[in-house]
């Protein structure tokens, strides 16, 4: 099963900031399989990445993605105040499809 | 626009069986695949399973042997079954829908599970 590990695990930044959030494979993720979720509190998931690198439809372009192989990268390039959330990436190249455990982005 | 809503079954006691159906508008259940997730309180995503268009299904390996999806095209929704609970499946139960390459591109509200005599 593929393990994916994403740091920091709690990213304290202010809004208009660039956060750069990591997402680590134990083996390399099939064809760039790696979406990026957004998860604000009392809400479910919300898709902003797949593909390593798409943005889903109605996804601001201040959010990219990039990466390949086992290293992926979640970049916001300006921080709204609605930004501050739990991201997590999810490899869905190979069953079981797995999650990294979160990274909390919060208001410093 | 799609929408999913877990069904709310509340409290479930500990060695019984857990019962969710998602009903899904605005897309067709044999146009895509379907999954199911679960959040345990201030944790992490975890993947339980899918079920594709035509009933296939691939489980997790941790919840294999007490799992089980099924799909009802004529009812617009499909179900998960978790037998055997106990206090370690309490959880936000999510629905979801698999895009063009699985990812999930659809999720529904989440409903809360409490496993508890």
């Known amino acids: 099963d593929i393990v994916l590990t994403q740091s920091p695990g709690t990213l304290s930044l202010s809004p208009g900031e660039r956060a750069t959030l990591s997402c680590r494979a134990s083996q390399s993720v099939y064809t760039v399989y790696l979406a990026w979720y957004q998860q604000r509190p009392g809400q479910a998931p919300r898709l902003l990445i797949y593909?390593?690198?798409t943005r889903a439809t109605g996804i601001p372009d201040r959010f990219s993605g990039s990466g390949s192989g086992t290293d992926f990268t979640l970049t916001i390039s300006r921080l709204e105040p609605e930004d501050f959330a739990v991201y997590y990436c999810?490899?869905?190249?190979?069953?079981?499809?797995?999650f990294g455990q979160g990274t909390n982005l919060q208001i410093k | 626009q799609v929408q999913l809503q877990e069904s709310d079954p509340g409290l479930v006691k500990p060695s019984e069986t857990l019962s969710l159906t998602c009903t899904v508008s605005g897309a067709s259940l044999s146009d895509y695949h379907w999954a199911w997730l679960r959040q345990p309180a201030g944790k992490g995503l975890e993947w339980l399973g899918r079920?594709?268009?035509?009933?296939?299904?691939d489980y997790s390996p941790s919840l294999k042997s007490r799992i089980t999806m099924s799909l009802d095209t004529s009812k617009s929704h499909f179900s998960l079954k978790l037998s055997s609970v106990t206090a370690a499946d309490t959880a936000v139960y999510y629905c979801?829908?698999?895009?063009?390459?699985?990812?999930?591109?659809?999720w529904g509200q989440g409903t809360t599970v409490t496993v508890s005599s």
């Open positions: 079920i594709y268009n035509r009933g296939r299904t």
């Open positions: 979801a829908r698999l895009g063009l390459s699985f990812f999930l591109d659809a």
């Open positions: 593909g390593a690198s």
């Open positions: 999810q490899q869905y190249g190979s069953s079981p499809y797995s």
